[in-house]
């Protein structure tokens, strides 16, 4: 079964400070993508970053950038000089390589404090 | 510039009445999805199209039915047999050839849709 855990429910910074969010997920399959999606309060949802499995070289955009750990089904996102504007609910994500089917992790709601 | 709608915005019904909730798309994506978000549940799939007069159940379709009658539209039906159709609706599409450059998923705005 493919599965996606993020055990972050809730979690808050400092504006200018770093967060990293957590996930992990769970696939026998060896080629896949990860993205990590931001829903801000508008419920749009916004593709912060992805991944491809084979590629050993963590994605950096901007502030945001991934520590990609293969062997332990890790993929946190780490979000440097947090803006108010980051305030929104997070989801991990994976697509297998030749499949259709997403996996979404529950999310964590992120909270910028001035 | 190309995305998907979803409208409306906003939508009441009565229980016990039928509600299509539409999804077009011009970014002339093959594969088109539906989720329905809860507090606390993430994103769950409902249906899923891979092609023009093709599609899969997903992991909650009970109560709901879909048609892909054309590449660009991927219209939901709430049906009276759902249960608890209140939710946030997103739609979303995606081009599932490899050699694309992007591999996600792109995301209507969505649809709340509440049921009294």
């Known amino acids: 079964a493919q599965t996606v855990t993020q055990s972050q429910p809730e979690m808050s910074v400092q504006e200018a400070e770093t967060v990293t969010l957590s996930c992990t997920y769970d696939t026998s399959e060896n080629n896949y993508y990860l993205f990590w999606y931001k829903q801000p309060p508008s419920r749009q949802m916004i593709l912060v970053i992805r991944?491809?499995?084979?590629?050993?070289q963590n994605a950096t955009e901007n502030r945001f950038s991934v520590n990609f750990q293969k062997a332990a089904k890790s993929f946190s996102l780490k979000i440097s000089d947090s803006q108010l504007g980051d305030t929104a609910m997070y989801f991990c994500?994976?697509?297998?390589?030749?499949?259709?089917?997403?996996?979404f992790g529950t999310g964590t709601s992120l909270t910028v404090i001035p | 510039d190309g995305g998907i709608t979803q409208s409306p915005k906003y939508l009441f019904r009565k229980e016990g009445q039928n509600v299509t909730l539409s999804c077009e798309q011009n970014?002339?994506?093959?594969?088109m999805y539906w989720y329905r978000q809860d507090p606390g549940q993430g994103l769950r799939l409902i249906y899923y199209s891979q092609i023009v007069n093709d599609f899969q159940k997903g992991d909650i379709a009970e109560g709901y039915s879909v048609s892909r009658e054309k590449k660009e539209s991927f219209p939901l039906t709430v049906t009276s047999a759902q249960k608890n159709p209140t939710a946030f609706y997103l739609c979303?599409?995606?081009?599932?050839?490899?050699?694309?450059?992007?591999?996600?998923?792109?995301f209507g705005p969505g649809t709340r849709l509440t049921v009294t």
């Open positions: 994500a994976f697509v297998v390589y030749t499949g259709n089917q997403f996996y």
């Open positions: 991944q491809e499995a084979y590629k050993q």
């Open positions: 970014l002339n994506h093959d594969a």
């Open positions: 979303a599409s995606r081009d599932p050839d490899a050699r694309a450059k992007a591999y996600e998923q792109y």
